[in-house]
């Protein structure tokens, strides 16, 4: 099975091969496999009777030989109008080959696999967003922790600008209040002078 990203790849990733059930992931270069880049271009799946007559693989022959390969069928996994990538298939015996039986068995294997790929990759989409949108989410939580925290402590300051200047202002108002009501109450200031200390 191999997997493709974008519409024109040109790198694809290997992501299973029969009878290697630890497989690891392997990126390959589609130059490099011109049956597998035929087939993801055109979107038709290919059929390759034999790989040691077939004018698509004149640049690869001697390095596929030595391996016996002598059909390929390549069947691209396509869902929904989006290209996932290919099953490749290959058969070594000599005068085997693809029958009609077997493209047919390929094609709707194929279609699973491209609906199964298809709905793996939005679950991962899914996630990510899911994973991105509780990032944003505890990145939020704190931003406004902090703005609630610093809002407190503006407040805080507040409050002691209000009393320092209340206690500033109230002082020297009373001192004033005061003097006015000592004044008020001297029987020497008579006139027009009681009446602005009234005032």
Do not use: W
């Amino acid at each position: 099975v191999v997997l493709v990203e974008g519409h024109q790849p040109t790198h694809a990733t290997v992501v299973a091969s029969y009878g290697v059930p630890d497989f690891k992931p392997v990126e390959i270069e589609l130059a490099r496999y011109p049956e597998v880049r035929r087939a993801l271009e055109t979107r038709q799946a290919l059929h390759i009777e034999d790989a040691t007559l077939d004018p698509l693989l004149a640049e690869v022959r001697e390095t596929i030989v030595p391996f016996g390969v002598r059909s390929f069928f390549i069947q691209p996994l396509i869902c929904q109008d989006d290209l996932m990538g290919a099953l490749f298939l290959r058969m070594s015996k000599p005068g085997a080959g693809f029958g009609h039986e077997e493209q047919e068995f390929a094609l709707t294997a194929g279609s699973a696999l491209a609906n199964a790929v298809r709905n793996a990759r939005l679950h991962n989409t899914l996630r990510k967003k899911r994973d991105d949108l509780e990032i944003a989410y505890v990145d939020r939580y704190r931003e406004l922790g902090e703005a609630n925290r610093r809002l407190r402590e503006l407040n805080r300051l507040k409050d002691d600008i209000i009393a320092i200047c209340s206690h500033d202002l109230r002082a020297p108002l009373n001192v004033l209040l005061g003097h006015g009501k000592l004044m008020l109450g001297d029987e020497a200031i008579e006139g027009q002078n009681r009446l602005s200390i009234k005032a």
